[in-house]
Protein backbone atom coordinates (compact mmCIF):
# COMPACT_ATOMS: atom_id res chain seq x y z
CA UNK A 1 0.00 0.00 0.00
CA UNK A 2 1.29 3.51 -0.61
CA UNK A 3 2.92 5.75 1.89
CA UNK A 4 0.90 8.03 3.92
CA UNK A 5 3.67 10.91 3.86
CA UNK A 6 2.68 14.63 4.07
CA UNK A 7 5.44 16.37 2.68
CA UNK A 8 5.44 19.81 4.71
CA UNK A 9 7.09 22.94 3.62
CA UNK A 10 10.88 23.86 5.18
CA UNK A 11 9.63 26.92 7.73
CA UNK A 12 6.35 24.76 8.78
CA UNK A 13 8.65 21.73 9.11
CA UNK A 14 10.89 23.83 11.69
CA UNK A 15 7.52 25.52 13.44
CA UNK A 16 6.16 22.01 14.32
CA UNK A 17 9.99 20.30 14.94
CA UNK A 18 10.31 23.25 17.41
CA UNK A 19 7.05 23.80 18.99
CA UNK A 20 7.01 20.31 19.63
CA UNK A 21 10.16 20.11 21.74
CA UNK A 22 9.28 23.27 23.87
CA UNK A 23 6.10 21.32 24.82
CA UNK A 24 8.42 18.06 25.57
CA UNK A 25 10.96 19.93 27.69
CA UNK A 26 7.97 21.00 29.79
CA UNK A 27 7.35 17.63 31.03
CA UNK A 28 8.64 16.47 34.24
CA UNK A 29 8.26 13.67 36.26
CA UNK A 30 6.06 13.90 38.84
CA UNK A 31 5.61 11.94 42.66
CA UNK A 32 2.73 14.53 43.84
CA UNK A 33 -0.68 13.13 42.17
CA UNK A 34 -4.27 14.58 42.63
CA UNK A 35 -7.49 11.80 42.49
CA UNK A 36 -9.09 13.46 40.47
CA UNK A 37 -10.13 11.00 38.08
CA UNK A 38 -9.33 10.95 34.25
CA UNK A 39 -11.69 9.74 31.62
CA UNK A 40 -11.07 6.55 30.30
CA UNK A 41 -11.44 7.46 26.89
CA UNK A 42 -8.17 9.74 26.89
CA UNK A 43 -5.65 6.35 29.19
CA UNK A 44 -7.30 4.82 25.61
CA UNK A 45 -5.98 6.95 22.97
CA UNK A 46 -2.75 7.56 24.34
CA UNK A 47 -2.29 3.43 24.41
CA UNK A 48 -3.29 3.50 20.81
CA UNK A 49 -0.47 6.38 20.27
CA UNK A 50 1.55 3.58 21.61
CA UNK A 51 0.45 0.94 20.07
CA UNK A 52 1.54 3.10 16.57
CA UNK A 53 4.97 2.51 17.76
CA UNK A 54 8.06 0.88 15.68
CA UNK A 55 8.88 -2.61 16.66
CA UNK A 56 10.74 -5.66 15.71
CA UNK A 57 8.95 -7.83 12.60
CA UNK A 58 5.60 -5.93 13.56
CA UNK A 59 4.84 -8.64 16.22
CA UNK A 60 4.36 -5.73 18.54
CA UNK A 61 5.17 -7.40 21.98
CA UNK A 62 3.98 -5.34 24.35
CA UNK A 63 0.91 -5.66 26.95
CA UNK A 64 -0.61 -2.51 28.78
CA UNK A 65 -2.51 -3.85 31.96
CA UNK A 66 -4.29 -0.87 33.53
CA UNK A 67 -5.12 -0.49 36.55
CA UNK A 68 -7.93 1.88 38.40
CA UNK A 69 -9.49 -0.33 40.70
CA UNK A 70 -8.57 0.72 44.59
CA UNK A 71 -8.16 -2.32 45.64
CA UNK A 72 -5.86 -3.42 42.90
CA UNK A 73 -3.86 -0.45 43.55
CA UNK A 74 -3.69 -0.84 47.03
CA UNK A 75 -1.67 -4.66 46.06
CA UNK A 76 0.41 -2.91 43.79
CA UNK A 77 1.37 -0.34 46.21
CA UNK A 78 2.31 -2.92 49.30
CA UNK A 79 3.99 -4.95 46.90
CA UNK A 80 6.15 -2.85 45.44
CA UNK A 81 6.86 -0.98 48.99
CA UNK A 82 7.85 -4.77 49.58
CA UNK A 83 10.37 -4.47 47.05
CA UNK A 84 11.21 -1.13 47.60
CA UNK A 85 12.38 -1.60 51.61
CA UNK A 86 14.33 -4.15 50.67
CA UNK A 87 16.12 -1.69 48.19
CA UNK A 88 16.85 1.14 50.01
CA UNK A 89 18.04 -1.16 53.14
CA UNK A 90 19.75 -3.39 51.75
CA UNK A 91 20.41 -3.83 47.83
CA UNK A 92 21.41 -0.11 46.51
CA UNK A 93 24.63 0.74 46.59
CA UNK A 94 25.78 4.04 48.23
CA UNK A 95 26.28 5.71 45.00
CA UNK A 96 22.91 4.84 43.98
CA UNK A 97 21.29 6.20 47.50
CA UNK A 98 23.11 9.43 46.56
CA UNK A 99 22.19 10.01 43.00
CA UNK A 100 18.72 9.49 44.44
CA UNK A 101 19.23 11.57 47.61
CA UNK A 102 17.98 15.09 45.91
CA UNK A 103 14.78 13.54 44.68
CA UNK A 104 14.09 12.70 48.47
CA UNK A 105 12.46 9.39 47.33
CA UNK A 106 12.36 6.10 50.01
CA UNK A 107 10.36 3.24 49.52
CA UNK A 108 6.82 4.77 50.50
CA UNK A 109 4.98 4.92 47.16
CA UNK A 110 1.30 6.31 48.07
CA UNK A 111 1.10 7.87 44.53
CA UNK A 112 0.57 4.48 43.08
CA UNK A 113 -2.84 4.85 45.30
CA UNK A 114 -3.48 8.62 44.84
CA UNK A 115 -2.87 8.98 40.94
CA UNK A 116 -6.08 7.86 39.35
CA UNK A 117 -4.43 5.44 37.06
CA UNK A 118 -1.56 2.59 36.47
CA UNK A 119 -0.45 1.55 33.93
CA UNK A 120 1.87 -2.00 33.97
CA UNK A 121 3.36 -2.44 30.92
CA UNK A 122 5.13 -5.69 29.51
CA UNK A 123 7.15 -6.59 27.20
CA UNK A 124 5.92 -9.88 25.41
CA UNK A 125 8.53 -12.56 24.96
CA UNK A 126 7.19 -14.97 22.66
CA UNK A 127 3.56 -15.82 20.82
CA UNK A 128 1.12 -18.63 19.95
CA UNK A 129 1.58 -19.14 16.34
CA UNK A 130 -0.83 -20.86 14.06
CA UNK A 131 0.01 -24.00 14.77
CA UNK A 132 0.07 -23.82 18.35
CA UNK A 133 3.51 -23.70 19.08
CA UNK A 134 5.51 -20.62 20.64
CA UNK A 135 7.82 -18.32 18.93
CA UNK A 136 9.65 -15.85 20.14
CA UNK A 137 9.38 -12.47 19.45
CA UNK A 138 12.17 -10.37 18.43
CA UNK A 139 13.83 -6.93 20.06
CA UNK A 140 10.76 -6.92 22.69
CA UNK A 141 12.51 -4.88 25.00
CA UNK A 142 13.80 -2.23 22.87
CA UNK A 143 10.36 -2.49 20.59
CA UNK A 144 8.78 -1.92 24.29
CA UNK A 145 10.80 1.13 25.43
CA UNK A 146 10.09 3.09 22.49
CA UNK A 147 6.21 2.19 22.87
CA UNK A 148 6.32 3.20 26.76
CA UNK A 149 8.21 6.90 24.83
CA UNK A 150 5.35 7.02 22.87
CA UNK A 151 3.13 6.30 25.80
CA UNK A 152 4.62 8.81 28.28
CA UNK A 153 4.22 11.86 24.96
CA UNK A 154 0.53 10.77 24.32
CA UNK A 155 0.10 11.30 28.00
CA UNK A 156 1.61 14.68 28.10
CA UNK A 157 0.37 16.05 24.99
CA UNK A 158 -2.92 15.12 26.76
CA UNK A 159 -2.60 17.57 29.65
CA UNK A 160 -1.68 14.65 31.94
CA UNK A 161 1.25 14.09 34.37
CA UNK A 162 3.25 10.62 34.69
CA UNK A 163 5.66 8.63 37.14
CA UNK A 164 7.78 6.05 35.39
CA UNK A 165 8.15 3.65 38.19
CA UNK A 166 10.42 0.33 38.34
CA UNK A 167 10.38 -1.65 41.24
CA UNK A 168 13.00 -4.18 41.30
CA UNK A 169 11.88 -7.02 41.00
CA UNK A 170 8.47 -6.75 39.69
CA UNK A 171 7.83 -9.90 38.87
CA UNK A 172 4.54 -9.31 41.29
CA UNK A 173 2.63 -7.35 38.70
CA UNK A 174 2.25 -10.62 36.49
CA UNK A 175 -0.05 -12.20 39.51
CA UNK A 176 -1.58 -9.20 40.55
CA UNK A 177 -2.09 -8.20 36.76
CA UNK A 178 -3.11 -11.64 35.51
CA UNK A 179 -0.46 -12.11 32.82
CA UNK A 180 1.32 -14.94 31.80
CA UNK A 181 4.89 -15.91 32.65
CA UNK A 182 5.81 -14.95 28.80
CA UNK A 183 5.28 -11.47 29.60
CA UNK A 184 8.17 -9.50 31.46
CA UNK A 185 7.52 -6.42 33.63
CA UNK A 186 8.99 -3.86 32.28
CA UNK A 187 7.60 -0.37 33.69
CA UNK A 188 5.23 0.67 36.23
CA UNK A 189 4.02 4.10 34.89
CA UNK A 190 1.41 6.07 37.25
CA UNK A 191 -1.12 8.60 35.58
CA UNK A 192 -2.90 11.72 36.48
CA UNK A 193 -3.13 15.08 37.62
CA UNK A 194 -0.57 16.77 39.24
CA UNK A 195 -1.41 17.86 42.63
CA UNK A 196 -2.22 21.52 43.68
CA UNK A 197 1.14 23.02 44.76
CA UNK A 198 3.21 20.26 43.35
CA UNK A 199 6.97 20.54 42.53
CA UNK A 200 9.60 19.10 41.12
CA UNK A 201 13.56 19.18 42.07
CA UNK A 202 15.35 21.69 40.32
CA UNK A 203 18.10 20.18 39.28
CA UNK A 204 15.87 17.60 37.32
CA UNK A 205 15.03 20.70 35.13
CA UNK A 206 18.71 20.90 34.07
CA UNK A 207 18.83 18.96 30.43
CA UNK A 208 22.53 18.24 29.14
CA UNK A 209 22.96 20.50 26.35
CA UNK A 210 22.74 19.32 22.33
CA UNK A 211 26.52 19.50 22.35
CA UNK A 212 27.13 16.97 25.30
CA UNK A 213 23.95 14.25 23.72
CA UNK A 214 25.34 14.50 19.93
CA UNK A 215 27.70 13.80 17.91
CA UNK A 216 27.77 14.77 13.79
CA UNK A 217 30.68 13.60 11.60
Given at each position: ?????????????????????????????????????????????????????????????WHFAVIGDPAVKRRIREAAEAEEREFYRHKAPQAWLDALAPLGTDEHKPFLETAPWLIAIFAVNSFAAPDGSRQQTYYAKESTGIACGFLIAALHQAGLATLTHTPSPMNFLNEICGRPAHE??????????????????????????????????
Amino acid sequence: MPLDFRALSEPEMRARALAFFEEMNRRRTVREFSPRPVPRDLIETALRTAGTAPNGANLQPWHFAVIGDPAVKRRIREAAEAEEREFYRHKAPQAWLDALAPLGTDEHKPFLETAPWLIAIFAVNSFAAPDGSRQQTYYAKESTGIACGFLIAALHQAGLATLTHTPSPMNFLNEICGRPAHEKPFLLLVVGYPAGGAQVPVFATRKKPLSEISSWR
